[in-house]
T-cell receptor, first 116, second 112 residues
């Protein structure tokens, strides 16, 4: 079983459309994340949820809206897509533990979004 | 804010030779540092982390990293490189909320 799974793996869409990416983890973790990797492979956190509660919300346009129906799922909806949204979006999960137990993230395979 | 820097875009090494991928950090307080690897068209995989204790940390696939507080460095090393080690390597530091801040990444190319 895949620990962190994302769907779809590839998305090609037109500017102005709305799209969603889904993520599920079966690791029993309580914290999930969305990261964006741009064309230069730079990784930046977008959002983080802990037990369905938003705990990290970086400077991301309002067009991006995460939703966590339960602690095993974190979805990302993007409205009015723009060319600059083209990237690979990674979902990740971890235990939200401080100290030595924290920090290890488990990543999904990524969802490559191409906006034309 | 915590940050890490990876000064090399790419590192080339011959198979069987030792490899080093460099990372320096800038943090307030004690650093929690990580190395991840990304193979083409894949997600990131955790290699190792430094929290506290021994300065030499051992991780997956024969990798290790040396924490050096005086040089604020956390370089990734392996005694003998394999062609299959060729990938993109990221150094990261933990911030609030268990958030990881990643470096820009270093491409490792191991040639046979």
């Amino acid at each position: 079983d895949t620990a962190v799974s994302q769907t779809p793996k590839y998305l090609v869409t037109q500017m102005g459309n709305d799209k969603s990416i889904k993520c599920e983890q079966n690791l029993g973790h309580d914290t999930m994340y969305w990261y964006k990797q741009d064309s230069k492979k730079f990784l930046k956190i977008m959002f983080s949820y802990n037990n369905k509660e938003l705990i990290i919300n970086e400077t991301v346009p309002n067009r991006f809206s995460p939703k966590s129906p339960d602690k095993a799922h974190l979805n990302l909806h993007i409205n009015s897509l723009e060319l600059g949204d083209s990237a690979v979006y990674f979902c990740a999960s971890s235990l939200n533990a401080g100290g030595p137990l924290g920090g290890e993230l488990f990543f999904g395979e990524g969802s490559r979004l191409t906006v034309l | 804010a915590q940050s890490v820097a990876q000064p090399e875009d790419q590192v080339n090494v011959a198979e069987g030779n030792p490899l080093t991928v460099k990372c320096t950090y800038s943090v307030s307080g004690n650093p929690y540092l990580f190395w991840y690897v990304q193979y083409p068209n894949r997600g990131l995989q955790f290699l190792l982390k430094y929290i506290t204790g021994d300065n030499l940390v051992k991780g997956s696939y024969g990798f290790e990293a040396e924490f050096n507080k005086s040089q604020t460095s956390f370089h990734l090393k392996k005694p003998s490189a394999l062609v299959s080690d060729s990938a993109l390597y990221f150094c990261a530091v933990r911030e609030y909320g268990n958030k990881l801040v990643f470096g820009a990444g270093t491409i490792l190319r191991v040639k046979s």
